[in-house]
């Protein structure tokens, strides 16, 4: 077994639902480390003192359980191991490969003393039926490639390069974890992106959805990550593609919108893209028309498109957006009269206005990412992020901070 690597927030999440009675339902893009972290949660208890036949631990896409695609087969087969001392742990990878797992599931929690964890690569695990069946019973940890700072522990780099360049690599390649065995070869780096993304595509979309057209979710794939961080609509993006003749609009004019929501929803659920919605702050009310869609990984977008760092504003800004999920915000675009503010991001109790620039060094850009934090007529925190590395600190109570020290704070 290749050695581990540890994903110490995510296992923390893992320890802490640990013997709680609900399911733990880990999920997020292909090969993004969730099976690593069931590996890593499976050696947590063996360390502390469960025994390995209180361990039941399989990954149902192995061929070694081909029998087992329906979920009274399923059931049969684990309710035979289990074991009548003590609880039983069950760490199940990819269990959509499962016909109704939802009903098997539910099953071992009424009739055996059990403590369950999950993985899966798409949002249909999460879908109407099961969350019906375990309404309120299961917790969901969303897993996520590496953020910065794990991306820095991850890799072993020669000792002179400076964090800037260390950043640059993740700009380019992202944080799939499986990029670590090619050494920052963008060639073969590419090849393994590839192969991930035409699994997701084949397994993840086009298995669960046959009407769709690879030919259209390609082309809208592309249009997304090419306008990463820019205000569209379904409609401005069924325009555009049917004006370039991609999108058969037929008699009635809206259909290219709902087939772009559809097309959306697909990449949603496959964990590839995140759509976000725009929150009125002086209204304080979340607004129906117009997100922004950002991209789980870097390294997709640019093994699709090619690293250009025109985009590095853009760029940038989907970093930090992801980063705000990871520490357990809620995320929004903020719109206050006719200015946009780049994230809006809350906690229960808590909220933080957040812009992102590449630079704040040019006073035309300074006054243009200050405006709309001056504007907000509330007191929670205000912070600009951006690379410079200077001794300006705070514009009349607005923070300025270094895009790279928030990262790795």
Known sequence: MPELINRPEYLKQLVQ????????????????????????????????????????????????????????????????RISKNGKTYLLFDELQAVEHWEKAI?????????????????????????????????VEI????????????????????????????YLQFGGMPVLREYNFNEARINQALDGIYSTVVLHDILQRNPQADPGTLQKIMLFLCSNIGSITS???????LSNEGDIKTGKVKNIAGKTVE????MLRSAFIFYSVGRYDVKGKQLLKTL???????????NMLLGYRDADRGHIIENIVFL????????????KIGETEIDFVAEKPNDKIYIQVTESMLSPETRERELRPLQMIPDNYEKIILSMDRNYITSYDGIKSLNLLDWLLS
């Open 234 to 240: 379904p409609n401005s993006i069924g325009n555009v």
């Open 291 to 301: 997100g922004k869609n950002y991209i789980i990984d870097m390294g997709f977008r």
């Open 17 to 80: 639902n640990r013997d709680v009675d609900l399911v733990k339902i880990i999920t997020g893009i292909r090969r993004c480390g969730k099976s690593s972290l069931l590996d890593l949660f499976h050696q947590y208890l063996a360390n502390n003192g469960v025994p390995e036949a209180n361990i039941i631990h399989m990954n149902l896409e192995s061929l070694r359980y081909r029998n087992l695609s329906d979920y009274l087969a399923f059931y049969d087969y684990i309710s035979g």
């Open 262 to 265: 559809k097309y959306i929803s």
């Open 142 to 169: 969303r897993m996520q490639p590496l953020s910065f700072k794990e991306f820095l522990s991850f890799y072993n780099f020669s000792p002179n390069i400076t964090v800037e360049e260390k950043f640059q690599r």
């Open 106 to 138: 539910e099953s071992f929690r009424l009739d055996f003393d059990v403590d369950i964890y999950i993985t899966g690569s798409n949002a249909y695990l999460l879908s109407t039926e099961l969350s019906t069946l375990l309404s309120g019973r299961y």
């Open 323 to 334: 980063e705000l999920l990871r520490r357990d915000y809620r995320v929004y675009i903020g």
